[in-house]
């Protein structure tokens, strides 16, 4: 299913489930991401759509001060309430592209996780070159559906439904393999504002029953925006066939691919 730009609103009627449904981003990941970035305990943090705090919290926990964006009013407070025992963390209700500190403040660090592909492509490496001392870094990553071989049956088994109710995949839909995800290495050094340092991808695996997975499927966009009646119907054929399997359970890869780069000039 396709995510237009506009779908980027949708988000915010999923605060109160989002923390719980979205998948955990493995450590490996940001272990990674610190020691690409060179980043010590104290460093300024910018985070762009932070939703709930998922990739907030491990983070903050690295003892690091951030600063999140978050354009949706429930996102922002859910994210305040998972904050709110940690340091230094502030969340701004407001979009990265008309984002102004209060003070004049620069970052060591701009982030995005699954963040940004929703933001204009004509400014974001723009703005957050503009918001990172000399020498900082941007990251981000995306977490999306891997299909490795001998993988779960259930995607391609439910996939006539979608089909049926008018949710049909784009023709040019691929399954990407773990392993295999595109990265956007050459659009970062065509900036001309950046250099890439790494890119690597990430994989994993998380089991669901039926109930988890449709609480999943309920912070995707697409599935937000679908037709009550559209959805029902999709809601219920996934909950009679997971019914049908012995351990009522699935199995979906998880994939991200980490891009960290540093500022030029």
């Not at 995005?112 to 400014?123: E, G, I, K, Q, S």
């Not at 595109?182 to 900036?191: A, F, L, M, N, S």
């Not at 790494?198 to 089991?207: L, N």
Request: proline residues 7%.
């Amino acid at each position: 299913m396709g995510e237009p730009r506009d779908l980027r609103t949708t988000f915010d009627s999923a605060a109160a489930t989002y923390q719980e449904a979205r998948p955990d981003y493995p450590t490996e990941l940001y272990d990674a991401l610190v020691a690409a970035a060179g980043l010590h305990e104290g460093d300024r943090l910018l985070e762009i759509g932070c939703a709930t705090g998922k990739a907030t919290l491990p983070l903050a926990r690295r003892g690091f001060a951030m600063t999140c964006l978050e354009p949706g009013p429930a996102l922002a407070a859910a994210a305040r309430r998972n904050l709110a025992e940690l340091g230094e963390v502030d969340v701004v209700e407001t979009t990265f592209e008309t984002y102004r500190p209060a003070t004049p403040q620069r970052f060591d660090l701009v982030l995005a996780a699954t963040a940004w592909h929703w933001l204009d492509p004509t400014v974001r490496y723009r703005r957050a070159w503009e918001l990172l001392v000399p020498g900082g870094h941007l990251a981000f990553w995306s977490a999306t559906h891997v299909f490795p071989d001998g993988g779960d049956p259930f995607f391609a088994e439910i996939q006539p439904v979608y089909d049926e109710i008018g949710e049909a995949l784009p023709g040019d839909a691929v399954r990407p393999r773990p392993g295999g995800l595109p990265d956007q290495r050459d659009e970062i050094d065509g900036t001309g504002l950046f250099e890439v340092v790494t890119v690597r991808e990430v994989d994993w695996e998380v089991t669901y029953d039926a109930e988890g997975y449709l609480r999943l499927l309920d912070t995707f966009s697409g599935h937000i925006a679908m037709a009550p009646a559209k959805r029902e119907h999709l809601y219920a054929e996934v909950r009679r066939r997971l019914a049908s399997r012995p351990d009522g359970r699935l199995v979906r890869g998880w994939g991200a691919v980490l891009h960290v780069a540093r500022r030029r000039g």
